[in-house]
């Protein structure tokens, strides 16, 4: 069968499942019950980021040294010594899911006055690691230059598609591999497990790029995927050089990745839209709220945007060390900047990550300036039709001027 044959073939099944689909929402409709209020949503997070922590002038002043990081921020990366590299087995050693609520705490006052959403977290919170339902432990093997893993949950097949089309095309450059993987947990909701999963199934038969584990696919479960990928990344990488990790609604340029590489020597690499000083969200109603009882500082650790990072794979092994220390934390990304704290490791700033959207105001014309995009590394959020076609643009011989700024 030949890579078109297949393409039919799939095409063809998801018009059928698509179908099925469609049948047998009007059937059940009215006899499904709603899935759990805290489904995973994918959304900007316009709160999460102190304006004022956000440099928008001076993008590319010096274009000459646009890729060059601060040096006195690379001298204090340093790594701290107590946390050593754990030695992992070569296989996925979790088979069984053995996950009963913690009810510890659940007399007490503190907790009883926790909202659904948080209650369900902590009971569960102990729970760490969960099986896997589609695994590809070949999928590591060898040598690696670039490793893109990508959130995604099971119904975004559209999403998925159109990132191997642009973006996740695996590829080669120079004898530099580039290669990409969806990180996927199980569906939260019946019909959408019955109807989803085979179809993911078969995507993943044409495609080999998706791992899957048995944990519910929520918006406070996002820090399982990164732990679970930490995990399995230790587990099964070899020699990956460099890890790009982020959403599956952004756009992203390899090339500039590349570019950037080339001209950066980090001893522990962490760099992507990073957030000095945030303060925990106390709105009840910001997706992002966290009660005191949760978190009781007044400032997270420096953390990036998870839209998308960049790091390196030795940090990767050490980051899962660190998140073994820890309790998890129901924001992904601020997780990670507790194990970056952990390591001592300074996440880096670097202008070509826009993962809180391009600029503030979103009817701006300049978020759809392909030029802003051919010079980005990521920018948050465009939708599959918006990214093919900025991908056409982008990937065109587009004449841009040397020198643009971002008002
Ligand atoms: C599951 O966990 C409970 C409590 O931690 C333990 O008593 C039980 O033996 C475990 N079951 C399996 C199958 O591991
Ligand atoms: C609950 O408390 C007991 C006794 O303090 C402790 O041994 C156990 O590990 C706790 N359970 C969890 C899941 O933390
Ligand atoms: C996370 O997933 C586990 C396993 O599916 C589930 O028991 C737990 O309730 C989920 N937690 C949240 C906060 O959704
Ligand atoms: C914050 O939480 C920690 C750990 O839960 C606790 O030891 C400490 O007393 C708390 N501090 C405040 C000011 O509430
Ligand atoms: C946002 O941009 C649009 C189009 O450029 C403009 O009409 C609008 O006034 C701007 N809004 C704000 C709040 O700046």
């Known amino acids: 069968m030949t890579a078109r044959d297949r393409w039919r073939v799939y095409k063809r099944v998801c018009v059928m499942f698509l179908l099925a689909v469609l049948t047998l929402t009007v059937v059940q409709r009215g006899s499904v019950s709603p899935g759990p209020q805290f489904q995973a949503e994918r959304q900007a997070r316009p709160q999460a980021a102190p304006a004022a922590a956000r440099q928008k002038r001076g993008l590319y002043s010096g274009t000459g040294n646009f890729w060059k990081v601060n ?6 990366t340093t790594e701290a010594p107590r946390i050593t590299e754990d ?18 705490f659940s007399s007490t006052e503190w907790f ?46 559209d999403r998925r598609e159109v990132i191997r089309r642009t973006w996740g095309k695996e590829h080669e450059v120079d004898g530099m591999k580039v290669k990409t993987l ?8 019946e019909a959408e497990k019955a109807n989803h999963q085979k179809l993911l199934e078969y995507e993943d038969y044409i495609y080999g790029d998706i791992l899957q584990w048995d944990f519910l696919d929520s918006f406070f479960n996002l820090t ?28 992203v340029n390899v090339q500039n990745i590349f570019e950037f590489l080339r001209d950066t020597n980090i001893k522990n690499l962490f760099v992507g839209d990073v957030l000095f000083k945030a303060k925990p969200i106390r709105k009840k109603e910001n997706k992002y709220y966290i009660p005191q009882a949760l978190y009781n500082k007044t400032h997270y650790p420096p953390y990036a945007g998870g839209g998308g990072f ?26 990670l900047g507790m194990c970056l704290e952990v390591l001592q490791v300074s996440p880096v700033k670097h202008n070509a990550f826009k993962t809180f959207g391009l600029v503030k105001n979103k009817s701006s014309r300049l978020n759809k300036e392909p030029c802003f995009f051919k010079s980005m590394i990521v920018v948050h959020k465009l939708l599959p039709p918006e990214l093919t076609r900025m991908w056409n643009l982008v990937n065109s011989d587009l004449i841009c001027a040397q020198k643009v700024e971002i008002l």
């Open 310 to 335: 960049l790091m390196d794979g030795t940090l990767a092994r050490k980051l899962y060390a660190a998140s073994e220390t820890l309790d998890l934390y129901p924001i992904d990304d601020v997780f």
């Open 182 to 189: 969806f990180l996927l947990g199980a569906s939260s909701n």
């Open 112 to 157: 009883s006055g926790l909202e659904p959403n948080f209650k369900q977290f902590l009971l569960y919170r102990h729970c760490r690691y969960f099986p896997m339902i589609i695994n590809h432990p070949e999928k590591c093997s060898g040598q690696i230059y670039l490793l893109i893993v990508i959130k995604s949950i099971i119904t975004q097949h």
């Open 87 to 104: 030695r992992v087995a070569h296989t996925w050693d979790v088979t069984t899911t053995n996950c009963t609520a913690n009810l510890n």
């Open 224 to 251: 399982l995927k990164e732990t679970h990928f930490l995990k399995w990344f230790s587990t099964y990488c070899g020699e990956v050089s460099y890890i790009f990790k982020g959403d599956d609604d952004v756009f």
């Open 71 to 76: 040096k006195q921020k690379l001298e204090s």
